[in-house]
């Protein structure tokens, strides 16, 4: 299993693409697997024969440990190769065990009609979904995990406008229905991965927060004079998430140390302003990484952030581009929300919150004004930054937002 990103500890394997007995070329791809960021095809390292496969489809695989072997026709493998370590065989028996179930429960002839891939059949079973009430979207019609997650979620949602329903009925004609009823839902993969990360980082950083309120009237002004400009280069619209890639870029290389990280006892100065731009999903969050802003235009940086989101909500990110960030951006602006306080993204030293962008009331002159304003919080990990830094850092990209054009100086 290779460890295909920094923080990748373990991989499950979606599907095997090749069968044992099988002669492979070195690049052919192997199987998928899906990492805590991404799915990803594995490639074979050399040309051969399958010779033995020793995770099946579905199962977690933690990095380095072997899951099959290639090498020439006729050549054995040792019993103890077949075997695999304890955690192999405990996979294989967990198969046995839920194939036989799947048999009993939906009979022998019915089970090879239905196709589904076995992370599909295991999600199902976990759900309490019935595979055959599924229409499949893989190859040849297929039941894949996205078609099972896609249920659930349909599932959940029929069941809480059923809950709403059930909160308008008077408490005392209710009680006996809903007492003592409760539910549980296991955690996703991506959301597992969320909760170790940010746990991890709130409790091993000691995180501060400032928060600025900018007067964003020019930032306005300067979004409707480029878009028209932007849309024609790139034929992608120009949004203010756009323009604070590039203005917290342009405030990153002023203060260098907001785009460092600690690595025990150093700090590592970033030589690129690699800037993640979080996005939500469905089933959690995700944060696509748009590489060396200090050096891109504003259209560039419009195509790849919307490439990058793209592939995000489709799954079909790299961990090339989920990785190397040095610094964070999250806007929940387009939910009406008017601020809030964010968790750095390890191993980044800091991360921006970014609010709604509304008229306000402001005092001009002894004059009392609607001003376009943006709310911003700044967190910190105040192991490598001050408070006085922090500030100067917010002072300056404050300017920065009040009078844009100055990113040409």
Not at 371 to 380: F, K
Not at 394 to 407: D, N, R, S
Request: aromatic fraction near 4%.
């Amino acid at each position: 299993m290779p460890k295909l990103g920094l923080t990748m500890e373990e991989g499950v394997i979606n599907r095997w693409l090749v069968k044992e007995g099988e002669r492979v070329e070195k690049g052919d791809v192997l199987f998928e697997v899906a990492t805590d960021k991404v799915n990803m095809e594995v490639e074979s390292p050399a040309s051969g024969v399958v010779l033995k496969i020793l995770y099946p489809a579905g199962a977690t695989v933690p990095i380095t440990e072997t899951v099959a072997y290639i090498g020439e026709a006729g050549e054995t493998v040792t019993e103890e190769e077949k075997k695999g370590t304890p955690e192999v065989q405990e996979v294989r028996k967990e198969e046995r065990i839920e194939e036989k179930q799947v048999a009993q429960l939906v009979g022998e002839g019915k089970e090879e009609r239905i196709k589904a891939s076995p992370l599909a059949r295991r999600l199902a079973q976990e759900y309490g979904i019935d595979l055959a009430t599924l229409r499949g979207t893989g190859p040849q019609g297929r039941i894949v995990k996205e078609d099972v997650e896609r249920e659930r979620l349909r599932l959940e949602e029929a069941k809480a406008r059923e809950e709403e329903k059930v909160e308008k009925v008077p408490e005392r004609e209710r009680v006996s229905a809903t007492a003592g009823e409760t539910r549980r839902v296991p955690l996703s993969r991506m959301r597992k991965i969320i909760a170790e990360r940010l746990t991890e980082s709130f409790q091993t950083k000691p995180h501060f927060f400032l928060r600025q309120e900018v007067v964003a009237e020019e930032l306005v002004r300067m979004r409707e004079r480029l878009l028209p400009i932007i849309e024609q280069q790139v034929h992608a619209r120009l949004s203010y998430t756009d323009l604070l890639v590039k203005i917290v870029a342009k405030a990153l290389e002023k203060y260098p140390l907001l785009n460092a990280s600690l690595l025990g006892e150093e700090i590592v100065f970033h030589t690129d302003v690699n800037i993640g731009v979080a996005v939500a999903l469905e089933e959690g969050l995700i944060v696509p990484v748009i590489k060396r802003v200090q050096e891109k235009g504003l259209a560039q940086i419009v195509s790849e952030l919307r490439d990058l989101t793209e592939k995000a909500k489709t799954g079909k990110l790299s961990p090339e581009e989920v990785s190397g960030g040095t610094f964070t951006i999250s806007n929940l602006g387009m939910f009406g929300t008017d601020s809030f306080t964010a968790i750095i993204n390890p191993p980044e030293s800091a991360i921006l919150a970014c609010g709604a962008l509304r008229k306000k009331p402001w005092v001009r002159d002894d004059a009392v004004i609607a001003l376009y304003s943006i709310d911003l919080t700044l967190s910190c990990d105040h192991r490598l930054i001050d408070g006085a830094l922090a500030a100067q850092f917010m002072q300056y990209f404050k300017t920065l937002l009040e009078e844009p054009f100055a990113l040409i100086l």
